[in-house]
């Protein structure tokens, strides 16, 4: 029985010119990345740029798309006039790029995306730009180099997926000819539809090169150890790896255009992927290559030689480890370039003004401008200055000229172009925007979640008012995104809600909105927690404008209930209430009922929970309050709910106290009320320049750190509950 599949016969022949994923698989990888990355909320938080802003007449996500399209152009500004496809390799193991025979074709893709003089689509070509886009004086200008700046990280993370194409990473040229075709990068292009594109996060790498190779942590050190290509299959002594660990055999269906459909048995060598950057996403490969039908005759005349070969079902499974990350890489590769996170604000008190906050990981050192758009759009430079600003802390007070015929009065660019982190000649941005003011809704609370069930926060509720007394927002688009970071996570997440048509904002009394997150929920151990408001429509005059609001709020934070009248303090020691020897202090006439004190236990009943700002508390009440819970016997904690609110706050508490049934309790007992300030839970990292805290420094990072306290064995948040005692005996006992 034959036991091989018949595969195709190529052989290295004819001409150079080379290339990697088609480009319809290069536009839906870069597709997938951009949705994956930060990039949408970056721009729109810090730039007031949606992926769907036009420049040039293309929106921002389809210059990206275009620019890893364009990439494999075989035009013109190169040394020796090469094709651009003939820099998109990169070997790990030699740190070079196409080479053979003595020669070498092009640069390595990571010399040639990174800086190479002849590639005006490089990493530095995009900085370049991207300042420009920032800086330029005259708006056309500005949105031309915007424009480039994109399509130039289209072009680069271009490069990136080609790290995932096991040709591109083993030194193994290929073109558009049949007899030099890669089948790899065909099977994708044939199967765009129905490829995997998710299921790997965006990668976070500390400098570019390492996005190509870190220690086994690249995408190039990746695919080059674990996958194979035509030219580098296992009977290839080139590569050390990958080395097959195991073998098997399928019978599995053909169809030959000819001949019709065929069954053959197909034995397989088996591999292992090993994932350095995500070990747990490390798997076996079950087709790592094949046998090709030639061993089977070879071994029939008597040949020891192995014949080996890659058919569709291999490369199925090849893309199913290659493709999605790619897509993370490249969405990695975005993140890495519009990670600059700072910001320009005014700041009161005793010396006000304007000051430069670094809110980002990484220290700051360089060349800092501000501008301002005159009522011509021009961009004109209002100050400069060469700062060392590091992570987490901010600039000190810098005064900024009144600008006479500013456009938007209040309204600055702020450039940042140096060293960031371990990157020279970075760029940062930040547009002080059109404003949305965020304050808490009707019931003062922005989010409850249950405090028995609920693991995350999908309802969040504002109000919300136009800053402008002169521009109206009379109808648009809205959208809630929650920034917070995971427990032991050093960068930021980002929950998006679903977008709500927009009433009339007015810069008079706020309107109340309701955001949706149940396709992308807040958790309830997030910290760091800051609400932003995004308004996309008409604001004034112009269509398709953005105002951001943005607001600090508090984590998640528990709201408590302990019933502790199950016991009772008399005369400094703890009794169990209701018990023979508690009764017997205060039963004055001997009936066996305690009658001169309450000492029983009680259940609490029907209780109301109402929150208020704190400068205006407002009592709770079955007709007025947030949140309702049915009963608490004696003894038990119950974790009501969990709330984000701002810091400070008021919280009153209605409640019944029931008098035990058939226990002998002689008291009455009444509805109560009760007023409490509240505090929630602060969990972050802030920049402040309190000179207790930064000492001689200007400003210094501020830890927050939320301590709770632990009753009876239960860990309760202090701020926001409430526990629930029986009068002790005397009132002033004090039990320990």
């Known amino acids: 029985m034959i036991k091989l599949a018949l595969i195709g016969i190529f052989l290295l022949a004819g001409s150079l010119n080379v290339f990697a994923y088609e480009t319809i698989t290069h536009e839906r990888i870069t597709k997938n990345a951009v949705n994956k990355s930060n990039t949408g909320l970056y721009l729109t938080a810090n730039l007031n740029i949606l992926l769907d802003s036009l420049f040039d007449g293309v929106k921002v996500s389809k210059w990206m798309e275009m620019g890893s399209n364009s990439e494999d152009d075989q035009n013109a500004f190169m040394v020796a006039l090469q094709g651009r496809s003939l820099n998109h390799f990169y070997d790990p193991i030699s740190g070079k790029g196409l080479n053979g025979l003595g020669q070498t074709w092009g640069q390595s893709s990571l010399q040639w995306g990174k800086d190479y003089y002849g590639n005006l689509w ?28 994109f399509r130039g990280l289209g072009q680069i993370i271009h490069l990136a997926h080609d790290l995932a194409v096991p040709a591109h990473v083993r030194n193994d040229p290929h073109g558009a000819s049949v007899v ?35 220690s086994g942590k690249g995408l190039a050190d990746f695919t080059n150890r674990s996958f194979l290509s035509r030219n580098t299959n296992i009977d290839d002594a080139k590569y050390s790896l990958p080395v097959p660990i195991g073998e098997w055999i399928a019978r599995e269906t053909f169809v030959d255009p000819l001949m019709g459909s065929m069954q053959f048995d197909v034995k397989y060598l088996q591999g292992y992927a090993t994932d350095n950057y995500r070990p747990v996403l490390s798997r076996q490969i079950d087709r790592l290559s094949a046998y090709s039908y030639l061993d089977f005759e070879m071994q029939k005349y008597g040949f020891t030689q192995r014949v080996y070969s890659l058919n569709d079902r291999i490369h199925r499974e090849y893309a199913s480890f290659l493709i999605p990350r790619a897509v993370g890489y490249s969405a990695g590769l975005l993140d890495y370039f519009f990670r600059g996170d700072i910001k320009l604000t005014f700041q009161s008190g005793s010396s006000p003004g304007y000051v430069i906050s670094n809110n980002s990981k990484e220290d700051l050192t360089g060349l800092f401008e501000i501008y ?74 922005y989010a409850t979640a249950d405090g028995a069930t609920a693991k995350a926060f999908d309802k969040i509720r504002v109000k919300l008012r136009n800053m402008s007394i002169t521009e109206a927002m009379p109808n648009g688009m809205l959208q809630a995104i929650v920034k917070y970071k995971k427990p032991g996570q050093a960068v930021f997440s980002y929950a998006a809600s679903d977008t709500i048509a927009a009433q009339r904002l007015e810069a008079g009394a706020p309107r109340e909105a309701a955001f949706d997150f149940s396709s992308n929920s807040v958790p309830l151990d997030a910290t760091n927690v800051y609400l932003y408001v995004v308004y996309t429509g008409t604001i004034g005059t112009e269509a398709n404008a953005v105002a951001v609001g943005e607001k600090d709020i508090s984590e998640p934070t528990p709201v408590d209930l302990f019933n502790n009248m199950d016991r009772i303090c008399l005369n400094a020691q703890w009794y169990t209430a209701g018990s023979p020897a508690a009764v017997t202090l205060f039963d004055k006439d001997k009936d066996g009922r305690a009658d001169q004190w309450d000492v029983y236990s009680h259940d609490v009943q029907d209780i109301y929970i109402r929150f208020s700002p704190d400068n205006a508390p407002r009592d709770a009440s079955p007709a007025e309050y947030n949140y309702h819970y049915a009963k608490i016997d004696p003894g038990a904690h119950r974790r009501v709910l969990y709330i984000l609110t701002d810091y400070q706050f008021s919280y009153g508490i209605y409640n019944k106290w029931l008098r035990t049934p058939g226990g002998g309790d002689l008291w009455t007992h009444i509805d109560e009320s009760f007023l409490f300030p509240g505090h929630a839970v602060k969990d972050q990292t802030e920049v402040t320049s309190d000179p207790a805290i930064c000492g001689s420094r200007a400003s210094c990072p501020k830890v927050y750190t939320p301590t709770y306290y632990t009753y009876r064995g239960t860990d309760m948040w ?17 039990c320990p």
């Open 180 to 214: 030099n075709y890669d089948m790899y990068e065909a099977y994708t292009k044939s199967r765009i539809g129905t490829l995997s594109y998710g299921g790997y996060g965006a990668v976070a790498q500390d400098l570019f090169d390492k996005f190509w190779t870190n």
């Open 372 to 445: 301002s758009d005159n009522s011509q759009d021009e961009r004109m430079q209002v100050w400069r200055g060469k700062l060392t600003i590091n992570a987490s802390q901010k600039s000190t007070v810098i005064s900024l000229p009144i600008i006479s015929d500013a456009k938007e009065p209040g309204k600055y660019t702020l450039v940042f172009r140096g060293k960031m982190g371990n990157e020279d000649d970075a760029v940062a941005g930040y547009v002080t925007s059109r404003r949305i003011k965020i304050t808490p809704p009707a019931q003062y609370v």
């Open 122 to 149: 490089s990493w530095k070509w995009a900085r370049d730009s991207y300042y420009n886009a920032l800086t330029n004086t005259v708006l056309k200008s500005r949105e031309g180099y915007f424009a480039k700046t």
């Open 718 to 734: 202090w701020g926001a509950g409430l526990i629930y005692v029986n009068i002790p005996y005397p009132e002033t006992a004090v």
